[in-house]
């Protein structure tokens, strides 16, 4: 007699919106407030800064539209891992995924925890340095809290995710508009010879575009819950042949 099977599926509950900002939200980290002076630092003048932060949005940029294209093909949750699993084989999967968990993950949202608690202690110790003791406990608690709202909530995680993506954004916007309405002033100054001093060499240029690259980071995070999405293969396909039909129109001009 044939047992009956139970197939395990994760629950749809993460929507357009939520989607956007679970990409949105993780690529505006605390990476793109700290990597700027590391960069510039790094690569010696503002304009090849500008380049080297242009070069690393292209590439994330190709990078979000490959991962787009495996989340309609292979529309299973795990990333990288499922990806490796159905291509390579267990055996590269398994080593990808025990690298991942116990040196990658931890170490990415070690770094960023610790930006987060230098923030946050930042305000009560003026121009002091803050205890390395107090930022390490305060880190602590934030990976905690994060842990237990994703436990919890699919819904709770995804809210939060909209509201700091919005908070982000937001921030982001202010220092934007305070730069052009400098520009406006003609503050223009830093980009007055703006390639000088600039370090060809592979170690500065590597180091800038490691910091650059760090801040963008997060493209390929949706495809990681693939399967609590809203019909992907719908909303991603959509948009992907919208985009073929675009370019296909436009190359028939010609």
């Known amino acids: 007699m044939e047992s009956d099977k139970q197939i395990f599926s994760l629950?749809?509950?993460?929507?357009?919106?939520?989607?956007?900002?679970?990409?949105?939200?993780?690529m505006i980290g605390s990476g793109i407030f700290i990597s700027p002076q590391y960069v510039l630092s790094a690569i010696g003048s503002p304009g090849a800064s500008l380049v080297v932060w242009a070069c690393c949005g292209v590439i994330a940029m190709l990078g979000g539209l490959c991962y787009a294209e495996l989340g309609t093909v292979i529309p299973e949750s795990g990333g990288e891992f499922i990806y490796i699993l159905r291509t390579a084989g267990k055996v590269v999967a398994y080593m990808y995924v025990f690298t991942y968990v116990i040196?990658?993950?931890?170490?990415?949202?070690?770094g960023i925890a610790?930006?987060?608690?230098?923030?946050?202690?930042?305000?009560?110790?003026?121009g002091c340095t803050p205890p390395q003791l107090l930022v390490k406990c305060v880190a602590a608690g934030g990976i905690m809290v994060v842990a237990t709202v994703n436990c919890l909530s699919v819904r709770s995680a995804t809210a939060i995710q909209v509201v700091t993506m919005a908070v982000k954004v937001v921030a982001?916007?202010?220092?934007?508009?305070?730069?052009?309405?400098?520009?406006?002033?003609?503050?223009?100054?830093?980009?007055?010879?703006?390639?000088?001093g600039t370090n060809v060499g592979v170690s500065s240029t590597g180091i800038a575009f490691y910091q650059g690259l760090w801040s963008?980071?997060?493209?390929?995070?949706?495809?990681?819950?693939?399967?609590?999405?809203?019909?992907?293969?719908?909303?991603?396909?959509?948009?992907?042949?919208?985009?073929?039909?675009?370019?296909?129109?436009?190359f028939r001009k010609y």
């Open 216 to 250: 963008f980071d997060g493209w390929n995070t949706l495809n990681y819950l693939t399967e609590e999405l809203k019909q992907p293969e719908v909303r991603v396909s959509v948009f992907i042949n919208e985009r073929r039909c675009k370019y296909n129109h436009a």
């Open 103 to 110: 040196v990658m993950r931890p170490a990415s949202a070690t």
């Open 172 to 196: 982001l916007t202010g220092i934007v508009l305070h730069g052009v309405v400098m520009l406006f002033q003609g503050r223009t100054e830093n980009f007055d010879k703006s390639f000088e």
């Open 11 to 26: 629950r749809r509950e993460v929507g357009l919106v939520g989607a956007v900002s679970f990409i949105a939200g993780t």
């Open 114 to 126: 610790l930006s987060v608690a230098e923030y946050v202690v930042a305000p009560f110790y003026g």
